[in-house]
Nanobody, 123 residues
Framework: QVQLEESGGGLVQAGGSLRLSCAASGSIFSINVMGWYRQAPVKQRELVAT???????NYADSVKGRFTISRDNAKNTVYLQMNSLNPEDTAVYYC?????????????????WGQGTQVTVSS
């Protein structure tokens, strides 16, 4: 079993910064892609940023130049540094990880999600 635990959300004024963290724990063999998604009220969940184990990153156009994703492979942790926040960034932010586990003499990959952390940006 694998768990993802997020932290770092909160309330911030427009123009401010927040840093989200997400630590994966459990029976992990390796983690391939880690990422952040967000869901605002009455909107669908959308990609914010992803990062591969090797450090290749991908960002949504709306956050390019403002958000930075990084990871610590030794700690199975992914971070999201969010700068120049604006009210449109208000959402629940979810951590995601594509995790490889080894069980009963077999490897398997599964998608895991955190419970989400609220980010609210006031104008």
């Amino acid at each position: 079993q694998v768990q993802l635990e997020e932290s770092g959300g909160g309330l911030v004024q427009a123009g401010g910064s927040l840093r989200l963290s997400c630590a994966a724990s459990g029976s992990i063999f390796s983690i391939n892609v880690m990422g952040w998604y967000r869901q605002a009220p009455v909107k669908q969940r959308e990609l914010v940023a992803t990062i591969t184990r090797g450090g290749s990153t991908n960002y949504a156009d709306s956050v390019k130049g403002r958000f930075t994703i990084s990871r610590d492979n030794a700690k199975n942790t992914v971070y999201l540094q969010m700068n120049s926040l604006n009210p449109e960034d208000t959402a629940v932010y979810y951590c995601n990880a594509l995790v490889e586990t080894y069980y009963n003499s077999a490897y398997r990959q599964d998608d895991y999600w955190g419970q989400g952390t609220q980010v609210t940006v006031s104008s």
